[in-house]
């Protein structure tokens, strides 16, 4: 059943993940991670320009306070960063005007799909590709191939490719990369928190689109996840995207859709 306590569960889940990624930057360098719980969810920090600075889950334990929303904003500006949420709409009705008296502005929508994961039956992989785990040495390789992907033929930032390389060793995060006939094709993660298995950084090499790459990852995170006791798999995908069908492909349905609003630093 889509519900509050779904939807809460999904949101928590990757907020708990995105504190793991903070205590990779943590590690890497002091000053390069924080997470802190404000407004009932997570802020989350993790460099300077990270895709990843943004909070998650704020507004899912009832009422925002105007007092404790200026809070989390500070969390943001006073590290000269945006203040970033995702905004999940079973989130506290009072929420809305704060963000409206404060001039947010939306700039994406995002689907949360789900399905259970004790009913996944396992199948093979079309003929060609091959899945593996990404060793903790081929973390930058990793993060190499998902950049390139998402960057359709452009030079990927090298801070970018350097982030996303935390990101495929962080805490309770494993990631794959897609081999097609030899050749390093796609790469994609699955995080883990709270018996949800949250799907990541899920890319395809242009060359290689269309031959299954994603759908192969999908089913061997289902399986990895289920064989780690999961019961329940999520993903965010942009609305109507050849990821949104992929993960429908692979019994994955539309729980709810997120709104990501921004404010810049005063």
């Given at each position: 059943?889509?519900?509050?306590?779904l939807?809460r569960?999904?949101?928590?889940?990757?907020?708990?993940?995105?504190?793991?990624?903070?205590?990779?930057?943590r590690?890497?360098?002091?000053?390069?991670?924080?997470?802190?719980?404000?407004?009932?969810?997570?802020?989350l920090?993790s460099?300077?320009?990270?895709?990843?600075?943004?909070?998650?889950?704020?507004?899912?334990?009832?009422?925002?306070e105007?007092?404790?929303?200026?809070a989390?904003?500070?969390?943001?500006?006073?590290?000269g960063?945006?203040?970033?949420?995702?905004?999940?709409?079973?989130?506290?009705?009072?929420l809305?005007?704060?963000?409206?008296?404060?001039?947010?502005?939306?700039t994406?929508?995002?689907?949360?799909?789900?399905?259970?994961?004790?009913?996944?039956?396992?199948?093979?992989?079309?003929?060609?590709?091959?899945?593996?785990?990404?060793?903790?040495?081929?973390?930058?390789?990793?993060?190499?191939?998902?950049?390139?992907g998402?960057?359709?033929?452009?030079?990927?930032?090298?801070?970018?490719?350097?982030i996303?390389?935390?990101?495929?060793?962080?805490?309770?995060?494993?990631?794959?990369?897609?081999?097609?006939?030899?050749v390093?094709?796609?790469?994609?993660?699955?995080?883990q928190?709270?018996?949800?298995?949250?799907?990541?950084?899920?890319?395809?090499?242009?060359?290689?689109?269309?031959?299954g790459?994603?759908?192969?990852?999908?089913?061997?995170?289902?399986?990895?996840?289920?064989?780690?006791?999961?019961?329940?798999?999520?993903?965010?995908?942009?609305?109507?995207?050849?990821?949104?069908?992929?993960?429908?492909?692979a019994?994955?349905?539309?729980?709810?859709?997120?709104?990501?609003?921004?404010?810049?630093?005063?």
């Amino acid at each position: 059943m889509i519900d509050f306590h779904l939807a809460r569960r999904i949101e928590m889940a990757e907020a708990i993940a995105g504190r793991a990624f903070t205590e990779v930057a943590r590690a890497a360098n002091p000053s390069g991670g924080a997470a802190e719980p404000h407004c009932g969810g997570w802020a989350l920090y993790s460099g300077a320009g990270s895709p990843v600075n943004q909070a998650l889950g704020i507004g899912l334990e009832g009422p925002v306070e105007a007092a404790a929303f200026e809070a989390l904003e500070r969390f943001f500006f006073d590290r000269g960063e945006p203040a970033i949420y995702e905004i999940c709409p079973f989130s506290d009705p009072s929420l809305l005007p704060l963000l409206a008296e404060r001039g947010y502005r939306m700039t994406e929508l995002s689907q949360v799909l789900f399905r259970s994961i004790g009913d996944f039956v396992p199948g093979p992989h079309p003929v060609g590709l091959e899945v593996s785990r990404a060793a903790p040495e081929e973390a930058l390789l990793w993060s190499q191939i998902v950049a390139a992907g998402f960057f359709e033929g452009e030079e990927p930032p090298a801070d970018l490719v350097k982030i996303m390389a935390g990101m495929a060793v962080a805490e309770s995060t494993s990631s794959w990369i897609v081999r097609c006939d030899g050749v390093s094709a796609g790469g994609g993660s699955v995080q883990q928190a709270e018996g949800v298995a949250l799907f990541a950084g899920q890319s395809t090499l242009p060359a290689f689109r269309g031959r299954g790459i994603q759908s192969a990852l999908i089913r061997e995170g289902l399986d990895y996840a289920r064989s780690c006791g999961a019961d329940l798999a999520a993903a965010m995908t942009l609305p109507g995207s050849g990821s949104q069908r992929n993960f429908e492909r692979a019994g994955f349905r539309v729980a709810y859709t997120r709104v990501k609003v921004q404010r810049d630093a005063p």
